[in-house]
């Protein structure tokens, strides 16, 4: 039997060492802030568990790829860390068997985790102790549930941010024959802030865009002129565009027709802005948040500011809004011109883990104490994703090597090497790569989309 959380020593003697791997500005988010949530001990937001606050010793790993985050990304996000380094997947493996780590945190797109957990099992074969493993999901789980629930399949915890996806994602591993014991719940890591006490001067509208929801021109254009339309109707209010990338810079999802190059022939009325920045400061000035279908609605909903998701184009699966269906949020333009302000459904909100009600600091107790035992325990069994060569041998073996490991997790020959830093060439050789291939996602994708469709 595991020792009782009250048995393991406290972590004001040891902070915990946590290495957090991330492949995009919003998962480096999710990852650093979860850390600090779920490291044992005094909360590194409340110190709930003690009077004296410990942080964990925080090392960020980002996956290079096509959505490295840039400096401003990084700056945007506001989460520090004592050490942050950009790697490849074989790299990160070399230091996780050279460096010693109390917990792991992948904060991946799917084929990622799957990947690292592969790698990772083979790099501890063999040992009693090694360090806690912990995945998740950075927001909504509206699309890929299964593949990408079995995709994660294999931490010591996955985290699910609800009640309702701590029933699904229980649903999904028992129904294949999965353990489902690692499903933990907790709630999305970034909640918080103020709660929305009234209408502000002036009373401001925010639309929160997302970089491939919806997709088309046809659509985006649709809803920037909408939202133009608002601020044309309403002059006496503040309407604010609140994008989340720059053009060139990637997010977890590629942006094909970034707003502001849609915006940039069009003459805006002076009561409209584009901006930029953490969300949770423009929600310090937000009387009506309006989205498809971004993460964004549930900080708003969790600080009790007027949310709405739109129903203009439909609610659709594609775009995520259904996720909302219950919510009581769901309206559109229209609507919203006329002076609609929704109600949120109390129930629905509360299975969301939005925790609107002051459970929030409590969320993350479930997933700390479950650590802490772990952490005590003399032994852990070796990782063992529901993936392997024997259950998935014609889907496993690509994932892996789009990570540069054979079928048994180990580095495929030819697999970049982690004995050096870059060099200058091959610093920007990299920084040309990842440009040119930005600029085929914007640029010459859509043209060749275009000239398919004559």
């Known amino acids: 039997m595991l020792p009782s959380v009250l048995d393991v020593p406290a972590s004001t003697s040891k902070p915990p060492r946590i290495a957090v791997l991330a492949d995009s500005d919003t998962r480096w988010k999710w990852g650093a802030l979860t850390a600090g949530r ?23 790993f980002l996956l290079r790829g096509r959505a490295t985050p840039t400096a401003r990304q990084l700056a945007e996000v506001g989460v520090t860390a004592d050490s942050l380094r950009e790697v490849t997947a074989v790299e990160f493996l070399r230091a996780m068997a050279q460096e010693e780590y109390d ?72 129904g294949v024959g999965a353990d489902s014991s690692s499903v933990t719940e907790v709630a999305l890591p970034f909640l918080g802030g103020a709660a929305y006490t009234g209408e502000h001067e002036p009373y401001t509208v925010v639309f929160a865009a997302q970089p491939s929801v919806p997709e088309s021109r046809k659509d985006r254009t649709y809803l920037l002129d909408r939202l133009i339309q608002h601020a044309r109707k309403h002059p006496e209010r503040e309407v604010l565009l609140k994008l989340r990338s720059k053009p060139g810079e990637h997010t977890t999802h590629i942006e094909e027709l ?32 309006v989205t498809i279908s971004s993460t964004a609605a549930l900080e708003a909903l969790h600080r009790r500011i007027p949310t709405v998701i739109l129903s203009d184009l439909g609610v659709r699966e594609t775009l995520g809004n259904h996720h909302f269906v219950g919510s009581g949020c769901l309206a559109s333009w229209d609507q919203l011109d006329e002076g609609h302000r929704p109600t949120p459904d109390e129930e629905w909100v509360s299975r969301q883990g939005v925790a609107a009600d002051g459970t929030y600091e409590n969320a993350f107790d479930a997933g700390r104490e479950r650590i802490a035992k772990l952490l005590a325990s003399p032994e852990l069994p070796p990782l063992t994703p529901y993936y392997t060569p024997v259950t ?52 010459v994708a859509p043209v060749i989309r275009r000239m398919g469709e004559l």
Do not use: C
């Open 38 to 60: 779920i490291a044992p001990g005094p909360s590194m937001e409340t110190g709930a568990q003690g009077d004296t606050q410990v942080a964990p010793a925080l090392s960020g």
């Open 103 to 174: 917990i792991v945190v992948l904060s991946l797109v799917g084929g990622g985790v799957q990947a690292m957990l592969h790698g990772l099992a083979r790099i501890w074969e063999g040992r009693p102790k090694r360090p806690v493993v912990v995945t998740g999901y950075v927001g909504v789980v509206y699309e890929k549930l299964a593949d990408g629930l079995l995709l994660r399949h294999g931490a010591d915890l996955v985290l699910a941010n609800s009640r309702q996806d701590a029933d699904r994602f229980r649903a999904v591993y028992d």
């Open 258 to 289: 970034p707003y502001q190059k849609l915006a940039q022939k069009i003459d805006l009325p002076a009561n409209f802005s584009l901006v930029y920045g953490h969300m949770g400061e423009v929600l310090d000035r937000t009387d009506l948040l």
């Open 392 to 443: 998935a041998p014609g889907y496993l073996p690509g994932i892996l090597a789009r990570h540069h490991l054979g079928p048994d997790g180990s580095p495929l020959p030819g697999a970049p090497a982690a004995d050096k830093e870059p060099g200058p060439v091959r610093q920007v050789v990299r920084r040309a790569a990842r440009g040119a291939y930005r600029h085929g996602v914007q640029r």
